[in-house]
């Protein structure tokens, strides 16, 4: 296809074909996503959110959600949850949540420096919290040397790669609900969970009992943008206010509300979605015949755990970037996305086959 | 140019050929930026800065600002303030800046809540800082009672639409420096002062002696994106930490890195921002030949404010979206864009006129 | 009485027999209140506040206050109002104020940087409040780009030596109440202004319709303490867990509530402040005399401001420790306490004198 | 000795010869503690600290702690923590503590709230890190997404009642020392360690590597006071200003420095501690005696951990007042103080005997 080059003083600094396994924020824009944007383009409207996407994208929303369900849209994952949580505590609460959670382990400390956020940590085996898991930080109320249990907080899909069901989550929200305590969900992956569980999102938010969410773009195809997602207004104060104080309103919110009609008026969201998972699948099945790798964890999501030598993955990584995941075991992360292809996928098993099959690195 | 209509489930919802004065955020995108985005798209990129857009950024910023600039892309203007303001403050410290500052009325306090700031606010006639202004503030250093002066903040162009000369900004720097005190300039608008001053940027920034700033974007054509610029590295700490814990880290910080390079590559800044400071020129002329229109602040950047009777102001509102932004004297402030044009404003100083000269409304 | 000197190993360090004029928490502890500590030791008393003195202080404080009020003993001033002002805000709420209030001009922005509160601050001519100056801030309700005026806080008496009549801050609370604030009270003073005014502490406070108030004790002859009093707990949330999360909750809180019960169950308080308060009166009546001098501030409550000539007060300095007020004028602050005798006061009147006539300092 | 009664208007609440074991801040005053509170009072004093008691409490500090010592008296032992971890942490610093630290579960949160601390918790099964435990959370330096560990917090005595040895000090030191980590020490009941192992102050502090320590008076006979005993000046910064914007500054601070000079210049320090440590070995070894009654963990100071059917517990807290430790397991927490007699301890172990051999509630 021959496009004339768009017109710009930028040039491009890199390879759009190369594609790797390190996370599915590395990857760029869907062009749907950008055709969005250039359709909102033009003319003047109102900054701060209330423009005609941001309006619309409400009704968007409750088609999803449910008819209480009001989006505000921000700019990250950090700002959505911490946005998210504010709303739903008051000074002297506490969130519970996983140790594994983002909001305890990769957000700088976010939840505590801008929110004044207590969390209060459970080890789980898999990323997934329960109510007994629940009940070994709901104690303490009314006592002022504790901070408050106000908020259970879940991820969904969670940071390991699991998945909760809809009962499972059903039986977190009655379990908290029962000792007063709101439940939030990180959803920054919430389409994988979707397109992994087979059924609508309300299914396990709305109808099971989550009162507000992070609602995913970035890692799901968007250029920038993340949704705090109300799904039970009467537990949920100020998000406008605790937006704006924490820094996530955005001034042209009309080309993130349109990111969104785009993903979720039609179904990119799952296609998407979908597809992710499917490559991970791929990449899974196709790793479990090397000899010497082991995915260690439930593949529900985009992500494969996996532990293989240490050595080899330092290998790897000389061609492919990606993490590793628990230093102490050489556990690895490799993430799947929208723009993954079969190709990358047999590719890489490929290479991880060939450098398992190396001699050891000479020391 | 018979374009396909991209393919999207987003569909348009306003008429791109409204435009209007309230504010240069009201305006979209400049068509040279979105075609950066696309250049920037495809393939992965390493996520939360280290793309080779941000690398590249690097050079770009420091042909405008000297070798030393480094440039921290951010979310928004709040956030660059806030993120820029804490790398220069201790948890003790107290930042001097004009009663007018956006810093103090339009941030919902972000500075104090998430910076843990405590602003020390001067009156100013015309928004402007001076040697003696600060000095009102500038005191009190070690004594545990006083939140501890160690910044002044300026703004330029002015929240009034004033622009400070280099050597206003000189005197201030020298004034700052030798009592101990950083300077930090909100440059939400610098592009606009650069245009009015018709100097390099780093004639009143960089070697007028001023140490950080935030470089806006937003207003000047971009989608979203600001960049906190360090200018003098020795009294700044610990930045991508302080972006990352004030939610202002992007994870494809590619899209906005390209967005500045767009930008600032080559004089789409300075033609943006010149083009919207001459539409104010025109506007301030013609409707300073209104009778009952009031220009009441110097026309420095690309803003005019006036004093006109309320009735009428409230009635141009029904046609055109624009703000009070006195309430107790009636003065509006009208804003110009990178996209207004010509025929907008003559249309809008004919609308006032009209206006003018209509009857009062009926009560 | 001759007393068998105490068994410590603490040894006396300093003069008892000297006091100054420098500020009223410069005076020690009146004896009564030692004697009070004295009765409320030994044996075992439940901390943090579950203690009978702490009990029994309800009804003391409900006395003076009506019967709704409810009393928290904390540490010190800062933490009464910073504990106050949180329990009547919200995260995105803002406290009007006088800029010469001491929560702006004396906490080294413990409002800002504990509680996260914004300031909203008006100038005023004496340190009083008005409805009037009150809207110059009391306004952009429900817009989120301003912090939200929740507050409004007004000292008693003043940091200028200035006292409220009952009907102006009756006047305050109306205007206040009708624009939905709350209005809190810093009483550091409070009792001398009940002195000044001669009406009992409700008419000024509960009558007058004030929803908090901090208590102030150690400047009125308390070895430390104040007291945050609730007064309309409709409108006061979670004080209990706000004093332990700003580290304010005392462990032997015994020590701190019987303190206040030998001030308030009797006359205490009312003597002590009268006595600052008639040392004041002394004081300014001595030094109207003295050519050169001149009392700048009607003296209202136990504070003397003055202007001499800087030498003079430099030179005065060298035997009595005390303040300047203004560098720019040379204002100095008087101040007179508990202790302060008659003799203590002819005798620095004395010296004023003295040193008014004395030539100029050799330079 | 007939004593005139003293002269207040308090009266006599609570049974001065009324003690328990529910904690030693139950406890009142050491007499030798009051007296001299008393020698510190009349005549006028500067007030925050520039005293000449505070002055002279240095020279005390120094003989304990060495000569670079410095002390900073504040209220109470959340505020020690929270204005010493402040010092020795950047914004975006993080602590690492065992997770049954005091910083963790009894603060309501004030480290993360106030200090915008996060602390990164450890499990232990003693209360005790170690350098294997640190290394759990010593990790991700310079990774933005992870708040840079910056302490080690340790507790001496720990919350569970033991003790660290000298060696396991410095083994904690080094290790913190070389990966560039600060060691705080939160002394709440130092001289309880101080008391088990025999040994100065500074040979399990200064002279172990320890850099900043809360060293707590009011568990050990105090009023109220704690003192942020800096040894390292240099990782320390600030420690002026952050006590006062944590509104830990004590106004009239000669009453909490005499306090302390009363317990550090001769030994009463160590006679209070020594004696509460005997009395809980004598407890302990009365309840081993009891069928049915566990000591469950090592007493190394003045706290028994014992396990006994959570009937028995309960009927027992209507004449003694104690806490159950873990709801779970049913163990209780019993604590001596400076005043507990053999007497106190005698009679509770034949209450627990009794009640022991009593048959079940009926339910």
Known sequence: MAHPAPVTDAVRHHDPDVRGFASDNYAGVHPEILAAVALANGGHQVAYGEDDYTGHLQE???RHFGPRAEAFPVFNGTGANVVGLQSVTE?????????SAHINVDECGAPERVGGLKLLTVPTPDGKLTPELIDREAWGFDDEHRAQPQVVSITQTTELGTCYTPEEIRAICDHAHERGLTVHLDGSRIANAAATLGVPLAEFTT??????LSFGGTKNGLLFGECVVVLNPDRVRAMKHLRKLSMQLASKMRFVSVQFEALLAGDLWLRSAGHANAMAQRLAAAVRGIEGVTVVRPVQANAVFAILPREVSERLQ???????????????????????TEEDVDSFAAAVAEEMTAGPSPS
Chains 1, 2, 3, 4 share one sequence.
């Open 207 to 212: 109808d099971a009992g989550v009162d507000i």
């Open 91 to 99: 000074r002297w609460g506490a969130v519970i949540c996983a140790a």
């Open 318 to 340: 000389k061609s492919y970037r990606f993490y590793f995941w628990d230093e102490a075991s050489s556990e690895v992360r490799w993430m799947c996305s929208f723009d993954t």
């Open 60 to 62: 968007v929303f409750r």
